[in-house]
């Protein structure tokens, strides 16, 4: 991508060629050359600054007043148009991560809009996953049997530029209405096959403690209910919402498990750190699902440090999503094999609980597929050979019929031979 700065982007100073990290000193990302916009830091002495009504009443909303901020940034009449079509937010927060007021920078990145979000090849959608075909009440989502996603609210604290639900977040910002909350109850009630419920939206953090109490009460006022899953970037865009007072609210309706959404090491502050570790001490484990974005963090390096930073947060890796097929997106999407060559790199390096599961969400609402670097060489009926993480092949064969064994042995009979000789003298060599 261009980069008027001349300085180089965090994401491709780490060398593509996945040399070990110990030669790299994760920590050590390229100086800003543009130092992060005084007038933010500024804003970030006042005392307002963790009062999170403050950064959501005084979210940036528009490029023009994000360029007074950044300058560099381009304000093109494509980049408005863009704007126009999916709206835009940032908090000042997520806004002084910024290291460098251009495009290069992976926050503003994530959160600018920009011309290439007009271009459509015809394969993406509005609406891949084909949420709107799987409603059986507005806003619950019943795909799989035993679990639901259940959009409460549209309202974002920062609008995602990769966001799969472009086509309704921020458009208007509404929230759930008593009457279709009582609607969702119904149909909880009449479906006690659903075990797991997803809140999300939008981000139902942006809502206030006592209108996310109430969701949370009525879903555990379900007795079939027996997970609540809350989706939240607020850890990542504003996480001072993270406060003792909702987390006491919340804590009262265990089990509810707390998914977020961080994509790049920069996310990781010390402001992400308390609202994590406030989480945490709480009782809510803490899952993350990033998405693999081209010029974010399409970079194994990278992805590394992100994973070493969140495991040290208590933050389990949940999920890492290959691009949905979203209309306005297409310059965020990467090969499919990029995400399979990450997933690689990172087996064997990393503690396994660092480590995501890459899936593919199918369009037209398919279902999550997670795909995996092929660790199998071959398959055979009474051995598989593996290869693992250094390139070793090994034999690992399948079970042998007990009983028979210890009778054939017992009579001092000679071990039947196996069918399918061939194959186990291949893959038992070596
Ligand atoms: C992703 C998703 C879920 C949750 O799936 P998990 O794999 O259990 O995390 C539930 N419902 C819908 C519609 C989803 O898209």
């Known amino acids: 991508m261009e980069n008027r700065t001349g300085c180089v982007p965090a994401v491709e100073a780490a060398s593509k060629d996945d040399a070990p990290s110990l030669l790299r000193k994760p920590s050590a990302r390229p100086v800003a050359s543009v130092p992060i916009s005084r007038r933010l830091r500024a804003l970030a002495r006042t005392p307002q600054w963790k009062d999170w009504r403050w950064q959501l009443r005084n979210r940036i909303r528009s490029i023009s007043r994000l360029a007074e901020y950044f300058p560099e940034l381009e304000v093109s009449p494509d980049s408005l148009k863009a704007a126009e079509k999916f709206p835009q937010a940032i908090t000042p927060y997520y806004a002084s991560l910024a290291r460098r007021s251009d495009l290069s920078d992976p926050v503003l990145r994530m959160s600018v809009p920009q011309a290439q979000e007009l271009c459509n090849p015809p394969f993406l959608m509005d609406d891949p996953l084909d949420e709107e075909r799987h409603m059986p009440v507005p806003g619950l989502v019943h795909r799989y049997p035993d679990r639901a996603l259940f959009l409460v609210t549209s309202a974002c604290a920062a609008y995602c530029r990769h966001c799969t639900r472009k086509r309704v977040t921020g458009a208007r910002e509404s929230r759930i209405s008593a009457s279709r909350l009582a609607r969702t109850l119904d149909y909880l009630l009449a479906h006690p096959e659903i075990k797991d419920v997803v809140v999300s939206g939008g981000d139902p953090f942006t809502m206030s403690d006592c209108a996310i109490e109430t969701i949370v ?33 919340l804590r009262k309706y265990h089990p509810i498990w ?8 920069c996310e990781i502050t010390e402001a992400a750190k308390e609202a994590c570790c406030r989480l945490a001490d709480a009782g809510f484990p803490l899952g993350n699902q990033s998405v693999l974005l081209k010029g974010i963090n399409d970079d194994s390096a990278v992805m590394e440090e992100l994973l070493r930073g969140l495991v040290r947060m208590r933050v389990r890796l949940y999920y890492l999503f290959q691009c949905d097929l979203v209309a306005g997106i297409e310059h965020f999407r990467t090969p499919l094999s990029r995400g399979i060559e990450i997933m690689e790199y990172l ?50 064969p399948e079970p042998v019929a007990v009983e028979r064994a210890v009778s054939n042995a017992r009579a001092g009979k000679p071990r039947r031979k196996a069918r399918g000789r061939g194959q186990l003298k291949l893959c038992c060599a070596g």
């Open 347 to 396: 087996r064997g390096r990393l503690s396994g609980m660092a480590i995501p599961v890459f899936v593919v969400d199918l369009p037209n609402g398919c279902g999550k597929v997670p795909v995996m670097p092929d660790y199998v060489v071959s398959k055979g009926t009474e051995c598989t050979v593996f290869r693992n993480s250094r390139g070793l092949h090994v034999n690992y």
């Open 217 to 249: 009460a009525s879903l555990r006022s379900v007795p079939s209910v027996e997970i609540i899953r809350i989706g939240t970037r607020t850890p990542v865009t504003l996480p001072f919402r993270v406060t003792e007072e909702l987390v006491e609210r």
């Open 258 to 265: 707390i998914n977020t959404h961080f994509n790049h090491p």
